[in-house]
């Protein structure tokens, strides 16, 4: 099976591929205003930090409840009230002027991350109903890509945007690719078999957490999974442009071309790594992805030499993403796959935070080369690990 095929054979995937396209070059336009827009507003490397952060935390806090709903709630009207809120959210970030102000615009992200965390949680929980095996692995890697390419051209597009008209204009066609999204997703039509479940909403928060604590290798893969968040570069990419690419090319450009490199790396990787993956080789991969992590953290002092080692980077990223994600998935029960799914980007989020908060702690203590070389090793310490835990898989 190819992914044109995946596309024919299953209408739904092809719908649904779209919705992700617009709504996700949506949420990587607004990236590069709200981070120009913190450089702008003279904020410390901890504050970028901080609001980086803040786009990971929420799929932290909200986990549990999430999951539990996604078992529970029919998932069209669900999902767009989730579209609805990020489209009000992005709406509002028109309303922040100062620097004063940031502390209102960590609550919208917080909000309009919220939505985007369950609508992420009920897409590929819906995904996982509708197929298994092979064909969902390939799904989520055209997820994945999706995402890697709106990610480039939204981060590309955005950054020649505001540089050009500021970040205002941003925030206003986001809004409109926003609405856009809504729009499309309320026209397809599809059906799933609806959840049996009639327990009550704690109730089910219980069960999933003791389906997860019971089962090893559904543990042992969330953990696994995490590993990816080591790759949350946004932080370290905006200190770089503010600190030391500033002097070369404008602090808008500098993030935006940064993030769509290595989204393009991210796009084209699987075309040509996915189909030699297995899970005996995994570990290979995860080694390959730390190697190239810390050759990037020795080009890092030359911007157009970095972006080329950032390729380097991004290559295998979406691979390991969206193969550990179908391993859980196809190894979980499908009554849980809702809450263990939720858990599981909880799991992957907080590894994110960490990586995010660590990068700006140790920013004001050690250079920024260094800090991508502990990045680097900690993919090297996973590799490790995955040939650990090899046989539970």
Known sequence: MNYRKLFREHKIIRDLSLVQFIAYFGAWFSNVAIYTMLVDFGSTEMAISVVTAMHFIPAILIAPLSGAIIDRVKIKPLMIFLLSTELLMTILFLTIDNKEQISFLMILIFIRMSAASMFFSTEMSLLAKLLNGKPLQMANEIHSIIWSFTYA??????????????????????????????????????VVKASQTTDKIF??????????????????????????????FDALITILAKNEYKYIISVPLAIGLSNAVRAVALMFGPMFISKYVTKENLHYLLAFQGLAIILWSLTQSNFYISLISLFIVGLSTTTLWSFTYALLQNNCDEKYIGRVISYNDMFFMLACVVTTLFIGLM????????????????????????????KWI
């Open 153 to 190: 051209v939204g981060m590309a597009v955005s950054g020649f945007v505001v540089n050009s008209f500021g970040h205002k204009t941003a925030f206003i066609i986001d809004a409109i690719i926003f609405a856009v999204a809504l729009i499309v997703f309320i026209r397809i039509d599809f």
């Open 203 to 232: 109730q089910l928060i219980k069960d999933g957490f003791i389906y997860i604590k019971n089962n090893k290798l559904i543990l042992q893969l969330i953990f696994l999974h995490s590993s990816v968040g080591l790759t949350s």
């Open 363 to 390: 920013a004001s203590l050690i250079s920024t080369d260094i800090i991508t070389i502990l990045l680097g090793i900690g993919f090297l310490a996973f590799a490790f690990y995955y040939t650990r835990i090899l």
